[in-house]
């Protein structure tokens, strides 16, 4: 190792992270409370260190330096000195190879040693309160110089409106893995999502924007590793810049860069999943890999009253204190970098009420975090999703992030959930969860697609389990079935898991034609699980987050008859919702007479055809009802330009009970209606067809969506 044939000029504190300018490289790291940081270079193999040069420069909390002679490509670490006093919240350790928080390429492995620790792993005496001398460099992941550069020549991001938004939550490894119509090599990568074949499903799927599960690179953890196992959703990560390079089979993060290119070319959005509420370093007795050894006090929320433990608000050992100026700024240029250099159309922010905890832990919905990101020019103009809980102290902040976030609707999925159940205790939430929320919503100027409906996602069951299961099936995962939620709100219809019984099959395949039917006809922003258009089905697992085989790996194999009839019923009921405004409103309905006297903008309705009492509202064994959207002849909803945005008059009834009803359609003379959907039925009914003035029978569990048209007299 050299310490003298590398030049090093003073360089500058900005930008942070290592910056190649055409000639040299700046290299720049924030760190509060060091005394002293060296950057470590290592060859092309990584494995030996050839350089260590110590930082001298430090302005404002920043240590930089500038190296002239260094090119992208360059494999490097920091090794930062300070007070090891973990009492104290300090935990600098220069023994430890430390990862740049700006990285933007990774290379090599971690591997599960004592070494990489900050303390003796083996002293359980003193525990983290011990200090480890062995060197970690040869059993941890290092940072590697890239540049920016990228042929992006007329991309365009999509833009879709809220309004017309369908997001589409898929992970990138398990949707391409078992596609037989790719190339074997792309399978399970970047590159594999962007073939012909998987780009042509999802635009005829039509879907809009999908959101991936998390691309920022992870770790897994240590149990998981010892027993074969991975961290496969993600949820784990180590750095904000780089993109997971198990997912890049070419290892570089242009494959990132042409996936987002060739998706926006076919009019599809990408929304990353992203985990800013913690890192994979863990509690007081994780691994020292980064953050917690370039300033461990600066970096993390830590207990005010014992500062060597950790809050804990996302429930993975730590917290990411974006109080701190210097880790809201790491938060921030992370998020420009992806809109501005990766060109993503946008976040959905896992826990994010964490990122408004202040200083002492509480919440603030005025945080420096949000305040800022309302503020950027950059970011207020892409979609933003928050999972608007924590674990912590007050973190269930449903209905209460700024205007311009959309936000995940809990209690949408288990109010739809427990309706077509066959749960009882009124009709009046659900009512209210159909027409977007608004008692969640419905303040300070937010809209509709303020709320993300969902009925399923990544974490519980698929929907074709929804309807299997009673009960969780997590033994894979290793921890005795103690992980994943009890609260499941699901139904097996009869028998718990796979059955041959014909009924219940065609009750489960009903239930799942309602389920993802409601969701589709919401008002709100929905929000589809990828693979449960094809009733894919992880065997009862409600938390197969480590398990990245054949359980999450979408089946395109066993495309039988029920399977591929349910994904024409969901393109259908898209194309139904993009062909009717009044499933998309910009404005929530009001239920009040129009002024222009042309009626109510919705009218609730029971089967005799007569609007609801408050007495009905109450009933606890109601579990049926039917609505009906006025056609927009008043100009409620107006075009960009100012212009009524009329739609046909469509009546929807939902009949969760055991039993058929029938149901009065209101009617004018001259006029009739026709089916666009009708769950008991596994294909849709012909454009044709048609029941004029009368009864309408809905079979049990059954939902059906009609629309009035002009009757056509039958010629004789």
């Known amino acids: 190792m050299s310490h003298g044939a590398m030049r090093l000029w003073p360089g500058r504190p900005s930008p942070l992270g290592a910056t190649w300018d055409g000639q040299g490289v700046n290299f720049a790291l924030y760190s509060e409370n060091a005394e002293k940081v060296e950057l470590c270079l290592f060859d092309e193999s990584g494995a030996r260190e050839i350089h260590r040069l110590t930082l001298g420069e430090h302005t404002h909390s920043v240590w930089h330096g500038y190296l002239p002679d260094v090119r992208p490509g360059q494999i490097y670490g ?122 042509e499903y999802l635009t005829d799927l039509g879907v809009t924007t999908l959101e991936l599960l998390p691309m920022h690179a992870f770790l897994d953890e240590p149990h998981l590793a010892a027993n074969g196992l991975t961290n496969y959703w993600g949820y784990n990560p180590i750095n904000f810049f780089t993109p997971e390079p198990r997912y890049l089979a070419s290892g570089e993060p242009d494959e990132f860069r042409a996936m987002v290119q060739a998706l926006h070319r076919a009019g599809l959005e990408v929304v990353l999943d992203v985990v800013y509420n913690h890192t994979a370093e863990g509690n007081q007795r994780g691994p020292t890999l980064c953050y917690r050894g370039i300033d461990n006090a600066s970096y993390y ?82 979609k933003l999703i928050s999972e608007p809980w924590d674990i912590g102290p007050g973190g269930y902040r449903l209905g209460g992030f700024p205007g311009g976030w959309a936000e995940w609707n809990d209690r949408y999925r288990n109010c739809l959930r427990g309706f077509w159940r ?57 921890e005795e079935n103690r992980d994943g939620s009890d609260h499941n709100l699901s139904w097996n219809c009869g028998v718990e898991g796979e059955t041959d019984d014909a009924q219940i099959n065609e009750l489960r395949w009903r239930q799942m034609r309602n389920l993802i039917g409601s969701l589709l006809l919401s008002q709100g922003t929905p929000m589809l699980l990828a693979g449960d258009e094809l009733a894919c089905t992880r065997q009862g697992n409600n938390n197969p987050y480590c398990q990245d085989n054949e359980l999450n790996w979408i089946d395109w194999d066993q495309l039988d008859d029920e399977r591929l009839a349910l994904r024409d019923f969901v393109k259908w009921v898209i194309r139904v919702r993009m062909a009717h405004k009044g499933f998309r409103r910009r404005r929530f ?70 039993e058929p009803i029938n149901f009065q359609l209101p009617c004018e003379p001259g006029q009739a209606w026709r089916t666009l959907i009708n769950t008991a039925e596994p294909q849709r009914r012909k454009r044709g067809s048609s029941v004029e003035v009368g009864e309408y029978v809905v079979r049990e569990r059954t939902l059906a969506v009609l629309i009035l048209e002009p009757l056509v007299p039958v010629k004789g």
Not at 347 to 370: E, K
Not at 425 to 449: K, N, Q
Not at 455 to 466: E, K, Q, Y
């Open 78 to 199: 920091y090794r930062v000195y300070g007070p090891y006093a973990p009492e104290q919240g300090h935990r600098f350790n220069h023994h430890k190879l430390l990862m740049d928080p700006y990285a933007k390429a990774l290379r090599g492995e971690l591997h599960w040693r004592p070494e990489i620790f900050g303390y003796q792993l083996e002293n359980e005496e003193e525990g983290d309160l011990s200090f480890d001398t062995r060197d970690s460099a040869p059993f941890v992941p290092k940072s590697q110089v890239t540049h920016d550069a990228f042929p992006w020549g007329d991309d365009r991001p999509p833009q879709h409106r809220w309004t017309d938004t369908i997001l589409y939550e898929l992970h990138v490894r398990g949707f391409t893995k078992r596609r037989v119509d790719i190339d074997e090599p792309l399978r399970g990568y970047c590159v594999g999502l962007h073939q012909e074949p998987v780009v």
């Open 301 to 382: 929320h830590l207990r005010p009253d014992n500062p060597r433990y950790y809050d804990n608000f996302s429930g993975c050992g730590n917290a990411l204190k974006l109080s701190n100026p210097g880790v809201l700024q790491l938060v921030m240029d992370s998020l420009r970098y992806w809109v501005g250099q990766m060109r993503v159309d946008g976040f959905r922010f896992d826990l994010a009420t964490s990122l408004a905890r202040v200083d002492g832990g509480g919440v603030d919905m005025n945080a420096p975090f949000l305040e800022t990101v309302r503020q950027d020019p950059l970011l207020s103009g892409v």
């Open 422 to 478: 066959g749960d009882g205790g009124g009709v009046g939430e659900i009512a209210t969860r159909l027409t977007g929320s608004s008692d969640l919503f419905g303040h300070h100027g937010r809209r509709p697609w303020a709320s993300i409906n969902f009925v399923t996602a990544h974490d519980g069951f698929s929907l074709r389990d929804l309807v299997s299961y009673n009960h969780k099936h997590n033994l894979a995962n290793g």
């Open 589 to 658: 309905f009001t239920g009040e007479p129009r002024p222009d006297g042309d009626g109510k903008d919705i009218a609730w309705l029971k089967c005799e055809g007569k609007e609801l009492t408050d007495v009905d509202w109450r009933d606890p064994e109601r579990r049926s009802l039917g609505f009906l959207l006025c056609s927009e002849t008043g100009g409620r909803d107006l075009t960009d330009d100012g212009k009524p945005e009329p739609d046909d008059a469509i009546l929807v009834i939902a009949n969760a009970q055991d």
